[in-house]
């Protein structure tokens, strides 16, 4: 049976370690004629704080700006791509969006090589961990990561 994959899942926080998946979520869904649904948290707050409203249009301005350039990424490859901004913890909001899009894969980007132990964010971790479909996990290309690791 072929996995069938028609919509994927990309999340972002504008950060480079976000940005490293947005190339492999383009081919995949060229590959698979999937669309692509990138998505942003803007993280919130428990506490109200005096111009928090600013703060967050803010964010939420930004957001967008980061959603955009993955949509514009897919669409120059002939991808059907659109956009989602949410509120609230990113990894929760993450998989919410998974199940919310009926998405079949989320591609993500995750740290790669910074320090020895810390291998994956905590947001990638979660995603991978709880999330409602597979998680392909993409870091960035280090050449000399593996003789790190090895200790070579």
Request: zero cysteines; glycine letters at 8%.
């Amino acid at each position: 049976m072929v996995w069938q994959v028609k919509k994927i899942l990309v999340p972002t926080d504008g950060s480079e370690v976000a940005e490293v998946a947005i190339n492999p979520a383009v081919d995949i869904a060229k590959t698979k004629n999937a669309e692509i649904i990138a998505v942003s948290i803007v993280p919130t707050r428990r506490s109200a704080v005096q111009g928090e409203q600013m703060i967050h249009e803010i964010s939420k301005d930004m957001a967008k700006e980061y959603t955009d350039r993955i949509v514009k990424a897919a669409e120059k490859e002939g991808v059907k791509a659109r956009s989602v901004i949410r509120s609230g913890s990113p990894a929760d909001e993450i998989m919410k969006a998974a199940v919310d899009e009926d998405v079949d894969l989320i591609v993500m980007g995750t740290l790669g090589g910074h320090g020895t132990k810390r291998w994956i964010g905590s947001v990638t971790t979660a995603v991978i961990t709880y999330g409602p479909v597979p998680v392909l996990a993409v870091r960035k290309k280090e050449p000399d990561l593996w003789e790190r690791y090895m200790g070579l």
